[in-house]
Structure formats: C-alpha cells, structure tokens
C-alpha cells in the first residue's frame, strides 16, 4: 500500500551542529578528577603623591577530590612601600617626627600632610578551604588562615554550613569564623595619650586581638534570570585594635601644633553588616548585572554604605568587557579628632587615622576578559577618589591657616588574572 | 594465535584483573583490532598502521572511555546520574556539563521530531519487552503510563533537571552514538592514522586507510542476521542504524516493531524494519534514523529531505 508522501523539513543540518558540540571537551573543566586549577593573579596598586603603592602576586590550586569534595590552597605575598598619612595635621611651617620604631626622624614641609616614609612591609598569606556536600542538601565548608610580616601575624578558622531548601531554590548558610592576631611593632606598644618624644612612652612588646565573626545567609533563585542573595553578619572585636603607628597633633590657641601623642581606640568593638545583592543574567544577549548595597554599623559610631554595581557584556569570540561602579560612604567614629586642643584633658579614646573620619569614596573600572590558549585572561583597571570632610573651621590660626587639612586622596590599580 | 594469547595475558596482568579481561588486541592484515564488550554490545576499534604499544594504549583509553559513558548513564544502575533523576521524586536537580549537552540534544529532538523522540518513553518497555512476547499488552495498561510519559512535562533549566512524580528518563537511545563519537575525539588527539570504530554496528570512521582503501563496512540484514547484506565504503563520517529483526512481535499477521510512538503507546507500524544512516557523526547519523524510524510509512519521505546516505530494510 503506497500512500502519498509526506513533506519534511530538513533537520540534518540543526542535528550536524548540535551533534558536532556533544563530543567536543567538556569547557573549563573545573570539576575534572583528579587535577588542580590553578588560578594566578598580579596586583599593582599606587596611591597618588608617592603614597602607598602595593605590588602583590597570588596563586590559587583547587582539586575537585570527587563529586561531593574538593579543596583549595591559596597563597599571596605582598609588598607595600611608600608613605603613609601619620595623622598629624598639616602645618605652616616644616615639622619634624619621630619615626615609631623611636630611631631617628623625618621632616615634613610648611603645608604638607604629614606622611610616615618608614612604611615598608611583606606580607604572606597562606589558607585552604574544604568544601563537602554531606547530602544531597546539606554542605559543609572549612577552612584556614595564616598570614605573617615583618611585625603582625593572623590566625583564623572558618566554618559554615549550608543548606538548600524550595527545590534547591533557595539556600541558607550559617557560617563562623573566630580570627587570633598578634601585633609585635617594632620599638614596642606605645602608651596612648602620651608624647611621641616623652622616653617613657611605651607599654608592653607586643599585644593581641580576637575577633568572632557569625553570617547568616540567604541566596534565592528567583526565576531563571535572576539570583538575589541576604547576609547579616556580626562581628566582635576583642583585645588592641590601636593602630601603633598613628599619632594625634595638639594644637594651641593659634594653630600651631608643638606636642604629638599616640591614639588609642577602644578595646571592643562590635561590626554589623546588612548585605543585599541581585544578579540578573539578561538572556539572550548572556549580559550580567551584578548589583550590592551594604549597610555597616558599629558601636564607635561608624555607620556606612556601599553601593556597587558591575555589568558584564559579553563580546564574540568569548571576550566580554565589565564596567564597575562602586560608591561608599561613612559618617565618623565619635572618638574620631583632626587634633587634640592643648590645654583640654587627653580624651580615653581618640584617633586622627582619616580611615576612621567622614569620608566618601568613589570607584570607577573596567575589566576586560579574553582568552589566551583557551583559558580566561582578565585585565581589571580602577581609579579611587577618597573624599576626606570635615569641619573646614578646625584650619584655624596661624598655624593651619589656608591648609587643607582634608586632603583628598586617589589611587590606580591594575590587576590581572589568569586561568589555566 | 600465540602472540594473540601472550597479548591477553598481558592485558589481564596489566588490568590486574585475572576474572575477566577488559579488551583484547589483535593483530589483522595492516591493522590492530581492539576488542570488547560495553553496553551490552560487540565493540571494536580498528586502528590502521600502527605500532603495537600505541595501538594498545589507544585500546585502552577507548575501552575506559565507553566503560565511563556506561557507568554514567545505564538506566541499570543505582548509583548515577540516570538513577538520581528518575528518583529524584518532584525535586529539581543540577546536572553535570556533559549530562547538559546529552539533554539538550535530547531535547532538541524532541522538538525537531514534534515529540517523537522521548527520552521519557522508556516506561513503556515494561510492557513492550518483546522478550517471547506473543500477546499485545492490554490497552488499559498502555493508557495507565502514558501520564508518565511526555518530555514536555519534564521542566529543564539548564542545567537544572526537574521531572514530575513517576517520570523517568533514559539516555540509551543516544548513549551507544555518543560513545562513538566520543571515543572517536578520543582517539583523533592521539593519532593522525585511519581507525574506526563501531559499537554494535553504531560506526565512526576518521579517513581513508594509509594505502588508499576507504573502510568496508557490512550492513546487517535484519531479516538474515549474520549474512552479509550489503558492503557500504566508508571514508569519514558516522554510520548508525535503528530498527532490530530481534525485537518485534508478530500478532495476528501483523509485526510490531520495538520502535514505541511515546504520544499512543504503541509500536510504529508500516515503516521499514531497519534505517542505516551515513551522515558527519554516529550521533547525527543515530538521531536521523531514529527519527526516520519514527516516522513509520514515512520514513523514507523523511530520510529524502535529509540530504543524506541511507539504506533501508524492510
């Protein structure tokens, strides 16, 4: 029985290609048995005027042991050189310091910020993490880390659980961290309050600092484009979180700052911190938006927030371009001073370090990614303007009459990644 | 013979598996033939002009990889991907990459077929298990699983997997091709001389042999099993056949083929017993005679508009 044929389209052509990309090697195989991705990493970072400039080299193994384990192993070292903000204020006339370690001293000019030359410092850090899915919900995570230089060691071990709920739509996390820091600057602790130049100014070699920290997370898919994610995180602080380097002016009457003391932060401190985030994929063109606030606050009055966005494009052949937009801003710790007035008894706490002021700070980069022998090459470019406040007024006098005694301050860094 | 028996022993001393041998080597007129057994199926490699320790470990290699794709993806086994889906009980699972790529080409001949071709089907084997089968399942039962059955039902994010209750999903109709072609990738990085390979009668070939000669492929009658059809010359490409004289049942006069239309639950009927595809892969030529078989009485209408080599047997 013949019946009449049937017309058909032709489909051999849609089933050569996607037949064609079945057999080809599986992409970046991250998870491939049995061997390690190496990820490596360089860092330049220059702030303006000759201050610090990082230079820094990092190297990531990560193994996929099997399917439910696989560990990581990171090392970095970095060096930092250049000066450093001392946190005295500027002058209408040369000053001269101390240097911290108590050897010699260094000049600074009429109506310059005073800047501490002797910051000179390599750092290593060594860590591993382990990651383990327990069943077919629960993950588990922990990890480890070391970092040592010349005058400061860090301690600390994690742990976090995780667990997915909703049809693996969303996922909760519960994680710890508990942090154990050792200080040993040379020429010892400094007593704070107390005259740079006074020979009885320090305290103790070396002094310490344990920090806990607890996360809570929430990541949600929300539909096949977009992931929003929820932390809360609490963090305390416990044991000397001084900064032995920086030192307050006392100014007088007129201006003119004629005595130096060392600061003094308070022993404790609990952080907290609000983290929103949403990722969303737009399809087809596979761009990604990454968008984050955070709200920080703490109990020296510190209160900040961040907002920060990325969008990646992704361009033919695998290259893709990621603008990135960052802005923070911070509202001062109520211990935070320009500079102590003479004649007023030394508060307990007090501190000149701008990083603790009122300040904004405004982000601008670009990434750009290509690949080199099949494997991802990203160069990443960003510009940093901090914008110092304050009350203007405080530049009173002859002494700092006509200074900015807020300077800004800006910085480049360029970073690279690779792969393979 | 002798050096064929000294080569085995090697093989098992090297597997360090006295209780079964894994593959065997021989040596044939220019040509090593690897030979062995995966997915319940005759599999051999042959490599052209070659020398003995690469045609060994090129061996080797062949036989792990088609033992992996085995593992880890025979509806068989308790303990892989297949066997987490069809228990995965209403709950959305992620898949690996190379699961995503069999899925979504599962998929796109799912589309490209208007839903003939449904990796969700296979429920219907319990019925239809053509194993001295002279009775036509009741049409009751049929209906009573086709609630299973229906790709279209299933929900797939990539690479997140979601099936609904009592849905289950086998891979069997594409893993033998992809295992060819995958070996084939396999044994292409290794070697720029000619092989071949054929799992079951599913063939890649890369090129021609060293002294010219494309590869001489015999194509199975379905209705003689064992006699030599038709002799098909092979330069490069993949060759792949669907339909099998083995798995029918005859009730009434009428032949029901092994071939199920997942949309009523029952065989094609009227359509050519075998369809033998030459097309780029094993895995394009294994998709376009599935799909021509799909099609019953149509078959060959289909196989025309395909612009490819094909044979059919009925």
Known sequence: MQLKGKTFTNISITLAAASC????????????????????????????????QAYEGALSLTKQIDDERSINLKGIIDVLTGASPNGAVAQNKAQTFTRPSGNGSYITAASDTPLDDTFHDTRVALSTQYQQQLSRLWLYSGGAYLSKEYDYLALSINSALARDFNKRNTTASLGFAYAYDTIDPEGSIPNPGVSVDDPNNRLTDSDTKQTLDLLFGLTQVIDRQTLMQLNYSISDVNGYQTDPFKILSVVDSNGWANNYVYENRPDQRTKQSLFWRTKYNIQPSGQVLDVSYRYFWDDWGIASHTIDSKWRVQLSNQHFIEPHLRYYCQQAANFYRVYL???????????????????????????????????????????????????DGLAKGDGMAGLDIYPDKSAIMIQSFYRF | MKKDDLLNKDNLLQQGDTSKKAFTLKRKSGYWLGEFTVMASPCQILLDNLDEAKAYSLTAQAYAEAKRIELKYSRFRDDNIIARLNSSADETISVDEETTRLINLADLCFQLSDGLFDISSGVLGKLWHFKQQTQLPSDAGIKALLPNIGWQKANWNEPLLHLPKDMKIDLGGIGKEYAVDKVARLLQQQTDNAFLVNFGGDIYVNKSRCNGDA????????????????????????????????????????????????????????????????????????????????????????????????????
């Open chain 1, 21 to 52: 990309a079945l057999a080809a090697p599986v992409t970046a195989q991250p998870s491939e048995l049995g061997s390690w991705d190496v990820d490596a990493g360089l860092l330049i970072y220059a702030e303006s005027d000759h201050q610090v």
């Open chain 2, 215 to 314: 590869w001489q492929v015999a194509i199975e009658n379905p209705q003689h099993l064992g006699e030599s059809k038709l002799m098909v010359s092979l330069v490069q490409g993949g060759l792949a056949s669907s339909g099998n004289s083995q798995r029918y049942i005859e009730v009434d006069g009428q032949r029901y083929s092994h071939i199920l239309n997942p949309k009523t639950g029952y065989p094609i009927t009227g359509g050519p017993a075998q369809v033998t595809v030459y097309a780029q892969n094993c895995v394009q030529a294994g998709m376009l005679a599935t799909i021509a078989l799909l099609q019953g009485e149509f078959a060959e209408d289909f196989l025309k508009a395909q612009d490819c080599r094909y044979w059919l047997s009925n």
């Open chain 1, 341 to 391: 007035d003479k004649g007023q008894p030394i508060p307990e706490y007090m501190t000149a370090d701008y990083r603790l002021g009122e300040l904004q700070t405004y982000t601008i980069g670009l990434k750009y990614g290509f690949p080199i022998a099949g494997n991802e090459f990203s160069v990443r470019l960003e510009y940093y303007l901090t914008q110092v406040s304050g009350d």
